[in-house]
C-alpha cells in the first residue's frame, strides 16, 4: 500500500491538535477501486480523494483519516478489475465511522469523496445534518468549477468524466509513476449519458475514458489541488461555527 495513503498520527498527535480548536473535524477519503483507462491504476479516485484530503489537512487542523478504498463502481463493471460494494454497505461504513468519531468527542465530518458514482454519500450527509449532527460532503460541484478555471482545465466538468483532463493532471501532479504512457492520444468524448446508470459506462466507450486527459498536466494538478484547499474554507467555518449558517445567512 502506498504509504502516503495512510495517516501517519500518532494518538498523541490528534490529542495536541484537537486541543488547539474549538470543534475537532476529521477528513474522510472515499474513492474507488474501478478501470481508469489503460493510463490511470484503478485506485485513481482513492488517490484523489486522499491528495485533496491531504491538502486539507496541510492547510487546516483536522483529524485525516485512512481512506474507504472501495466505493460504488457499478457503472464499470464490464471491465477487469473493478470491485464495489453495495450502497447501502457505504452508507453503513461511513455512519458508523461518524458515530465512531462522535464518541472519541469528534463530532463533525468531512466526507472527501472522489468518486462521482458514490451518489449515497449525499444521502449519508443529508440525512446526518437532518438529524443535528455536522457532516459535509466535499468537494461541491461548485468547487471543482472553480478550481477548474483556476488551474486553467479546458474541459467542462461534463466533458471530463472519467480518466480525463482533472484527474490525469492531479496525478500527474501527485504520482506521476502512476501514469501510463498513451494518455495522449486517449481522449474520447460522450457528452450525452443519459442512459447511463441503466446501460452502464461500456455503452459510451470502449476504452473506459470519456474526457481529454491528454490536456493533464502537473501544474494543472497542483493548482486544482490549491484551489481546493482554499475553497475548503467555507466549509471548514461552517462545520465549526456554534450554529451551523449556510454562508447566505440562512440557518443550516
Not at 504509504?3 to 498523541?12: G, Q, R
Not at 491528495?51 to 457499478?74: D, K, N, Q, W
Not at 460532503?137 to 482545465?153: C, H, M, Q, T, Y
Not at 459506462?201 to 481546493?228: C, F, H, N, Q, W
Request: proline share 6%.
Amino acid at each position: 500500500m502506498d504509504v502516503s495513503l495512510v495517516p501517519a498520527d500518532t494518538t498523541e498527535d490528534v490529542r495536541r491538535r484537537g486541543s488547539g480548536v474549538p470543534r475537532q473535524v476529521a477528513v474522510l477519503p472515499v474513492g474507488s477501486f474501478e478501470q481508469h483507462g489503460p493510463h490511470l491504476p484503478l485506485a485513481t479516485d482513492t488517490l484523489v480523494a486522499c491528495a485533496v484530503a491531504r491538502e486539507i489537512a496541510a492547510a487546516y487542523p483536522v483529524h485525516l483519516l485512512p481512506p474507504v478504498t472501495i466505493g460504488c463502481s457499478h457503472e464499470h463493471a464490464d471491465w477487469p478489475g473493478t470491485v464495489s460494494i453495495s450502497s447501502v454497505t457505504l452508507h453503513a461504513v461511513v455512519r458508523d465511522i461518524a458515530d465512531s468519531l462522535r464518541r472519541s468527542g469528534v463530532d463533525a465530518l468531512v466526507v472527501v469523496n472522489g468518486h462521482g458514482g458514490n451518489y449515497v454519500l449525499g444521502n449519508v450527509v443529508q440525512e446526518s445534518s437532518a438529524r443535528g449532527e455536522r457532516m459535509a460532503l466535499f468537494p461541491a460541484a461548485e468547487d471543482w468549477e472553480a478550481a477548474r478555471e483556476r488551474a486553467g482545465v479546458a474541459t467542462s466538468l461534463l466533458t471530463d468524466m472519467h480518466a480525463g483532463e482533472i484527474e490525469t493532471s492531479i496525478l500527474l501532479h501527485t504520482h506521476p509513476e502512476y501514469v501510463r504512457p498513451g494518455y495522449e492520444a486517449a481522449d474520447f468524448v460522450a457528452d450525452d449519458r443519459r442512459h447511463l446508470l441503466s446501460l452502464g459506462m461500456s455503452a459510451y466507450t470502449d476504452s473506459g475514458v470519456i474526457g481529454r486527459p491528454s490536456l493533464g498536466s502537473a501544474e494543472k494538478g497542483k493548482e486544482l489541488l490549491a484551489s481546493l484547499a482554499d475553497s475548503f474554507g467555507a466549509c471548514f467555518s461552517l462545520l465549526t461555527s456554534e450554529t451551523v449558517t449556510a454562508p447566505g445567512g440562512e440557518r443550516g
